[in-house]
């Protein structure tokens, strides 16, 4: 079997594991069945799989689906702070049921992750997943404080994507270096690819709100509308007069859909172009180190997540 | 140090630990300081400190903070999904701040505990705890069901009070006696009497919910108000002939404070009575089990908190 096809197996192991074991409570299993019927794109638990390849512990199916628990709960929460309405195109837990089933479910999914966690019961992988839920939460809070605030840092808005995403990208490589007993440089090397790619996967979301909604196909300035300042709006904001300042302030919680003329002022601003030279910043780090990693397959795939990464336009 | 000043002085050092450890974000210690501000009763975290008191293990302070962290985060999530203005006599923290800010920091929270668990590092604590965590999110959604609900059964309600209030009893004084080494007989009868003080503590949560106000010194009929079939709604409506069922059904969910003829119309169906007779059975069991406890000092101190549970009035 190649390694693709290997990966892609594994993937659906890790589907039908967290498939298979729900609560029989009805509303609970209702609730279950509905959020795992689509299936993402896995891209955390397939890096889990990828830094974890050279193992034939059956144990890194488990931890690939602690990975996927663990990211649908902060899916689910963020849909409540956010009250989105939908989510991977379907409506969202919060919008078909309530708050109320959004806040709980996230939890069940969450204590479930950490009773797959005890299972595997090694403390190194207890610990990083530990601290990784409570750094994503604190990544989570601190961008409460940059919803219509334009005078956020760069550098707090580098410690919410590191937080919210690429936290979880490194703890998904690392863990599954863990568990495969790799030597300390391969673990420190995936990690920090990981890390960036995970910071770089963020930017280009950041980014893809800004553009066409009919090219992506999913709902486009759902940042904005939140009154959230990401990496477009602040490079434009740093690069804006007095009078555009305050044009780009109007548009900061607005209802409707952007304008063409103010997605105009956001490119004039630099705001898009800044944006693509950040995520190719972090593009070049995660390829840095992947270029460390010794062993070729591996090296390969990581390099091709964060190609994927940097140019995917959805 | 007699045993009672021990206890106290130990619960003085889970509260030194749990506000002394937390983030440097403003937004995060900002709100961390507002929710460890008022010192609550501590029942659980006392629990864990009564079962554990025979070994000098200082990990017992951390494991009783975990426990209160965990109660805490609960609270926090509990708030946001019954959208309560007010916790412990002072503002909830969606209510001061918002919805968002209530899950995240819940999921702060929570993470936080785990993170100590991790640290204290004993494996049976470990799974005891996460599979707690995850049965009180169970019994939270199971209590959604119970909304409107006035066929809802009393193995469901007995079930909800289990899952949201006795576990984390059971599991407080369980991980004490683990942390303590004690043996299967020990661990036995403690866990089964807390499991039952637990539901107890739950059933009289229940009935002073339909108290005089002025009397308890906090809000009542929460419950109602929001709907929610509860014990003494159960038992009165299920001796109420149709007409009174109709006017019971038309009291859940209103927005006012209930009645005199209200409660009046409860109190002849005996709602409260087979309310209290209930608590009296769960207090009769948790007392049998305390008193197969051989040391004489715990034995008492659990009969003491089962005595306090069911007596208290507010």
């Known amino acids: 079997m190649n390694r693709n096809t290997k990966i892609s197996k594994e993937l ?32 955390r638990a397939k890096l889990c799989l990828t830094t974890s390849s050279r193992t034939k512990n059956k144990e890194k199916i488990k931890l690939a689906s602690v990975i996927e628990l663990l990211h649908t709960a902060t899916l689910i929460h963020d849909d409540v702070v956010d009250e989105s309405p939908t989510r991977r195109g379907i409506r969202s837990v919060n919008n078909v049921w309530t708050n109320a089933h959004g806040v709980l479910i996230g939890d069940y999914i969450y204590s479930k992750a950490f009773i797959y966690l005890v299972d595997i019961g090694n403390k190194k992988i207890l610990k990083e997943l530990a601290s990784t839920t409570n750094d994503i939460a604190q990544g989570e809070l601190v961008q409460l404080d940059a919803i219509n605030n334009v005078n ?53 979301d950041d980014l893809l709100d800004y553009s066409d909604s009919k090219k992506i196909g999913k709902p486009v300035f759902q940042d904005i509308k939140e009154g959230k300042v990401t990496y477009p709006f602040f490079y434009s904001y740093k690069n804006a007069n007095t009078r555009e300042k305050k044009r780009l302030k109007d548009l900061l919680g607005v209802s409707r859909d952007l304008k063409s003329k103010d997605l105009e002022l956001i490119k004039s601003l630099e705001g898009i172009k800044k944006t693509k030279q950040l995520a190719e910043k972090y593009h ?11 062993n070729l397959d591996i090296r390969k795939e990581m390099i091709e997540l964060a190609d994927t990464a940097l140019n995917r336009d959805k």
């Open 284 to 294: 070049i780090k995660a390829i840095e180190y992947a270029k460390k990693i010794k």
């Open 152 to 204: 956020i840092t760069l550098n707090k808005l580098k410690k919410i994507s590191y937080f919210k995403t690429g936290r979880l990208f490194e703890a998904a490589a690392k863990t599954g270096a863990i568990i495969a007993n790799e030597n300390k440089a391969f673990n420190y090397n995936v990690s920090e690819c990981a890390k960036n790619l995970g910071i770089l996967f963020q930017i280009i």
């Open 12 to 43: 659906r192991s890790v589907e039908a594991l967290i498939k298979r074991d729900f609560s029989k409570e009805n509303t609970i299993s209702g609730l279950y069945k509905y959020i795992f019927k689509s299936n993402g794109k896995k891209i």
